[in-house]
C-alpha cells in the first residue's frame, strides 16, 4: 500500500485546502495510505478528512519554523513514503525534513513564492526547494509558465500540470428554489485586491440604472472589507449589496445567484469555476492567467480584466441572453476535462515517475 504524506500550511477552506479533499478522497478510494499534516489556521477541513479515513496530524500545528522541521524530520526517520507539500511554508518545512523520501510539490497560485518578501528573496526560496523535488506539479499552464518566467523553478523538466478536479459530492443541476426575486450577481473571492472587487462594484453601479431590481452578493472576507464597503458606499450601491463572510456552504449560495462574475487580475486555477458550472450558474470571467484554460479560450462569457465597461457589456448581454448559449450543456462536456478521477490518475502518474 503506498504510503502518502501531504503537508500544507493550513486547512482551512480556501482553494488548495478544498482541492487537497478532493485528491485525498480520490486517492483513498484507489487505496493508499494518506496521512495529512498541517502547520497552521484552524483544522477547518479535519473533521472531514478523518471520517473519509485520512490520518489528520497536529504535530506541527502552530510551531515555529525550526521547529517544524525538527519534528517532521524525526517523523520521518525510518519511514519510506511519498512526501507532497501545498503551499509556501508547507514546501520549505518538507523540503528541509524530507530525508530520502520522494518529495513532490504543488504550485497553487501565479504569483510570486513569497509575495510579502523582495523578488530577489522569493526567488533564492523557491530555487532552494525546487532543486531538492524529484517532481512540481503546477495547476494550470499559466502557472507553469509563471514559475518558469519568474525563474523561481529553473528546470521545466521537473514541472507536470495537473488541472484541479471538482468536488463530485456536488450534483451538476439546480434543484433548490431560488430564494431571492431580484436578479443576483454574485461572487466568491477573498477580499483583497488579486479579485479585483472594485471593477465589479463599479460596473455593478452602471447595471443597477439599466436593471434597478438586482443585488449583487459578495461572499468572502480579507483585508479590504473596510474599503470595499466604503467604496461602495460612495457609488450609492451598498444597500443593493449582500456581504457574506466566508462560508463551507459555497454551493448553497450559488443556486440563489443568476449570474456568477469572477473579476480577477489573475488566478492560478479558479476552482470556483468548477463550483459555479457544477451547479449551472451562468459564468463571466476575466480574460486572463487560468481562467481561458478552465472555461475555455472561446467561452462566450470572457471580458477584459479591470475594464468595466467590456464587463458591463458582458454582464447586460447574459442578462438577456444567457439561455440561448446553451450553457447546462457547454458546462458538463466542460467538466470532463476536470474529473477527480483523472486528476488523481495524473498525480499517481507524477508520483510513479518521480
Excluded at 95 to 105: D, H, K, L, Q, Y
Excluded at 142 to 162: D, M, P
Excluded at 185 to 207: C, E, M, N, W
Excluded at 329 to 337: D, P, W
Amino acid at each position: 500500500m503506498r504510503k502518502i504524506l501531504h503537508c500544507i500550511t493550513t486547512i482551512e477552506r480556501g482553494g488548495a485546502e478544498n482541492q487537497l479533499y478532493v485528491l485525498v478522497k480520490e486517492q483513498l478510494k484507489v487505496g493508499m495510505n494518506v496521512s495529512v499534516v498541517y502547520l497552521k489556521g484552524e483544522p477547518e477541513l479535519k473533521d472531514k478528512l478523518v471520517l473519509m479515513g485520512a490520518e489528520v496530524l497536529d504535530i506541527l500545528h502552530e510551531k515555529n519554523l525550526l521547529i517544524q522541521i525538527l519534528i517532521l524530520k524525526k517523523f520521518l526517520k525510518g519511514k519510506k513514503m511519498v512526501i507532497h507539500a501545498h503551499l509556501p511554508r508547507a514546501e520549505i518545512v518538507s523540503s528541509f525534513a524530507r530525508g530520502i523520501n520522494t518529495f513532490i510539490i504543488s504550485r497553487h497560485n501565479s504569483e510570486k513564492f513569497f509575495p510579502r518578501v523582495p523578488n530577489f528573496i522569493s526567488r533564492i526560496l523557491s530555487l532552494y526547494v525546487s532543486r531538492n523535488v524529484n517532481k512540481c506539479i503546477t495547476i494550470s499552464e499559466a502557472v507553469k509558465a509563471f514559475v518558469l518566467s519568474t525563474k523561481e523553478i529553473s528546470n521545466a523538466n521537473k514541472i507536470t500540470v495537473v488541472h484541479y478536479g471538482y468536488n463530485d459530492e456536488f450534483i451538476f443541476q439546480k434543484d433548490l428554489v431560488k430564494e431571492n426575486k431580484d436578479y443576483v450577481i454574485g461572487t466568491i473571492a477573498r477580499l483583497v485586491p488579486q479579485k479585483d472587487h472594485l471593477t465589479l462594484l463599479a460596473a455593478f453601479s452602471q447595471f443597477l440604472k439599466i436593471h434597478p431590481n438586482s443585488k449583487l452578493m459578495l461572499i468572502g472576507s480579507g483585508d479590504l472589507k473596510n474599503n470595499l464597503v466604503s467604496f461602495s458606499k460612495k457609488i450609492g450601491v451598498n444597500e443593493k449589496i449582500m456581504w457574506i463572510d466566508r462560508t463551507e456552504n459555497s454551493y448553497d449560495l450559488l443556486y440563489q445567484m443568476d449570474l456568477f462574475v469572477l473579476p480577477s487580475k489573475y488566478e492560478g486555477f479558479g476552482l470556483v469555476l468548477l463550483e459555479a458550472m457544477q451547479v449551472n450558474v451562468p459564468v463571466i470571467a476575466a480574460n486572463n492567467s487560468s481562467i481561458p484554460e478552465v472555461l475555455g479560450k472561446n467561452y462566450v462569457g470572457l471580458f477584459e480584466s479591470g475594464n468595466i465597461d467590456d464587463l458591463l457589456k458582458t454582464m447586460l448581454v447574459f442578462f438577456d441572453n444567457s439561455p440561448s448559449f446553451n450553457l447546462p450543456t457547454l458546462y458538463k462536456k466542460n467538466l470532463l476535462n476536470f474529473e477527480p478521477k483523472i486528476m488523481q490518475e495524473k498525480i499517481l502518474n507524477v508520483y510513479n515517475h518521480a
